[in-house]
């Protein structure tokens, strides 16, 4: 893969990575509000 | 020599402090008789980890994501822990930490015919994942990959029909045995169809199954940690031998399916980075 490509391509997916945990804390969206519960059990 | 003992040495003290004990440390079950449930219940590990083992302090990210496709909720903060792991390490995780990927090295090391994978099967764990994981939970709003998952029968559904203790708040054991049916011994099935796998070909599960490696191997190519065959490389192809994916390198250094153990890296032709070039 282009290096170039390979670069953008991280930094693009960091920022967004980076924005999404931001949203999902913001909206309560975040993993810590939830529980699994033996519910597989 | 010296090298390839000393980081495959550490990779097994790593698979199994940080992705087996640590995780998994919840003592006071014992006492208890039910699943920790605190806050670190509400994060993930970056691996498959049954959140209904008796001890198991972390959830599993595959159970978390199944979770919020049955709720049919967007997974935002999941989604950006997914990226950013996967951006740093790749699928390191797989090699590093997951313990049932330290079972699967350790059955392999039983003497017995081995077999190998054919390549294309290697798809199936991206099958799994859209279909098991995602599509069958947003449509029955059933965490089918968990109802099946052979770790889940191994690490929680043996252990609590087992033990199955008396709950102390309801006075009544924990697992009602008449509520076992088809789909726990389907499960435990599928469980003694990996473990035979697992003495037969080399980590099976993590190249055609698990779906969490399906989401790691998205981002291995252009995750951080990379591994390159240097220009001297004499095609001597020790690293293929070494290699517990058994990917056919040189050409598949650092592809997909690359664990990042480090096993190839005792040649000295292949060098490990941690850069973005």
Redesign the interface.
Known sequence: ?N?NL??I??FV??A??????????V?G????????????? | MLKKFNLLFYRRLSQTIFGLLLTNSYLQIITSKSIYSGPLKGFCVPFLNCHACPFAVFSCPIGMLQYYAATQQLPLFLFGFFIIVGLIVGRAACGWLCPFGLLQDIMYKLKTRKFGIPQHLNYGKYVILIVLVIILPLITHIHWFSRLCPLGALTAGIPWVAWNPIDPDFDAPVVDLETIGFMYYLKIIILIFFLVWFVMAQRPFCRVICPMGAIWAIFNRVSLLKFKVEQSCLNCEQCEVNCPMELPTPEKVDSENCIKCFDCNSCKHISAKFNLR
């Open positions: 893969m290096k390979q670069t391509i991280f997916g960091l967004i990575g980076i924005v999404l945990i931001i949203i999902g804390i909206i969206n975040d993993i810590s509000n939830i529980r699994l519960e033996g519910s597989d059990l």
